[in-house]
């Protein structure tokens, strides 16, 4: 069986190809590049080098998640395309189940864990365990045993559980460095760290797992695959703090402040821990109109999309989010907070955004704005964009036409 494995769960992008027992080649990078930069260069120099017909390939094994979120979509939406477009099926694979099997055949118990943030780790508990081949004296291989699948929780949770199991234990993912004093200090059992070639994402340990998964049949269709990110709600993380008023008045001291200095303004990747903040903004700007919570969390994680936010001394001043639709790309979202427009907010976003999905394959942008909306206009000429037609009476409190804009690649040559 030939098996392509993708894996942009954390800061390691990697790609493999394995061929019945032997692994044909790999390619992984962990450096300054984002994954849509770097994963198609990556799967393209594999293929060209060892001239893969991709119509060969038997299964796409991908890291399903935890890990990054838009790391993740990265590497769904590549595995989805793929899959769909060449007819093969998909082998999800635990992220942290296939860090775990860098380990293969260590009989201690095995913890990778990966930074959350929030002081907070991805994480599993594993250990192998050793089987004699039939009609073999000496031989043995090993069955990777999950003593707890993966899940996310705080660093003291997991060494308390490692801790009543009371066995030797490796540690291994990017999680160690991050929070290794709390681990010294908690750790009551005997723990080495893995070296630096069996410690991150590996594309040849996937496609190994991969191997193991599809012997069990244990594949699905495109269609039916989607990631696993195993984020707790924003509820469930406020929950477990001592003094939710004191995260509220904390959160209104921020806000007071950016107020009064102007400060730097940092354009990042919109994560879950944002999409309360992103909803009010939404509806101050939108009132009705706007999106909620919730469907801006369904939004942000399909595979076919992306969001930005704008961050100002803590505070989430504006966001904006796109939509992959075959190529064209829909401005679904832009809103930036009062008290900061004609700081060059909502220009500096969607440049960043625009730029983004050229590398997730988008060609084309269209977006619609309220006819009325001068300074909405404005900045999306600015960018480039052109008026090509008018919805009637799309907006309702109060009644307007929409004006369609596009902005496209042709344009642009």
């Known amino acids: 069986m030939k098996i392509l494995g993708i894996d942009t769960s954390g800061l390691v992008g990697a790609v493999a190809v394995a061929d019945g027992d032997m692994l044909v ?26 001239n893969l017909d991709l119509s060969t390939i038997d299964a796409i094994a991908v890291a399903k998640g935890p890990g990054s979120f838009t790391g993740l979509r990265i590497g769904s939406a590549t595995a989805k395309g793929l899959a769909l477009a060449l007819d093969k099926p998909i082998i999800p ?18 913890c990778p864990m990966m930074d959350a943030k929030r002081k907070q ?26 003593i707890h699948e993966q899940f996310a929780t705080s660093i003291e949770d997991i060494v308390g559980r490692i801790n009543e199991i009371g066995k030797p234990v490796v540690l291994l993912g990017d999680g160690i460095p991050a929070y290794h004093d709390e681990l010294e200090k908690l750790l009551k059992v005997p723990y080495s760290i893995a070296p630096m070639h069996q410690n991150r994402q590996s594309g040849a340990a996937l496609v190994a797992l991969a191997m193991q998964y599809a012997a069990q049949g244990r594949m699905i269709s495109g269609d039916e695959f989607a990631p696993e990110y195993l984020r707790l709600s924003q509820a469930e993380r406020e929950a477990q703090e001592k003094d939710s008023g004191k995260i509220a008045e904390d959160r209104e001291k921020r806000k007071l402040e950016s107020r009064k200095t102007p400060g730097i303004v940092r354009i990042r990747p919109m994560t879950a821990e944002d999409i309360d903040d992103a909803a009010l903004l939404e509806k101050e700007n939108l009132g009705k109109e706007a999106w909620n919570g919730k ?17 100002k001394a803590g505070r989430v001043v504006g ?13 679904t979202n832009v809103s930036v907070a009062r008290d900061c ?8 976003m969607l440049k960043q955004l625009l730029e983004r999905g050229r590398g997730i394959g988008i060609k084309d942008y269209t977006l619609e704005v309220r006819a ?7 900045l999306y000429e600015r960018l480039g964009f052109k ?27």
Request: hydrophobic share 35%; net charge negative.
């Open 25 to 50: 080649s790999q390619f992984s990078i962990q450096y300054k590049t984002t994954h849509s930069e770097i994963l198609m260069p990556m799967m393209e120099d594999i293929r060209s080098k060892i």
């Open 93 to 110: 694979i635990p992220t942290v189940d296939a860090i775990a099997y860098n380990l293969y055949g260590v009989e201690k118990i095995i």
């Open 121 to 146: 780790v991805y994480t599993g508990l594993y250990t192998f365990v050793p089987n004699t081949p039939e009609g073999k004296s000496f031989e043995r291989t090993f069955d990777m045993q999950v």
């Open 295 to 311: 469907q801006l969390l369904d939004a942000l994680t399909r595979d076919d999309t992306f969001y930005l936010v704008a961050e």
């Open 319 to 331: 966001m904006c989010g796109v939509q992959n639709i075959s190529g064209d790309g829909e401005v």
């Open 341 to 348: 427009r004609g700081e060059g907010i909502g220009y500096k």
């Open 372 to 378: 009325g909306n001068e300074h909405a206009i404005r």
């Open 387 to 413: 008026s090509e037609g008018i919805r009637p009476g799309f907006y309702d409190e109060p009644k307007e036409d929409a004006a369609i804009y596009w902005k496209r690649l042709e344009q642009e040559q």
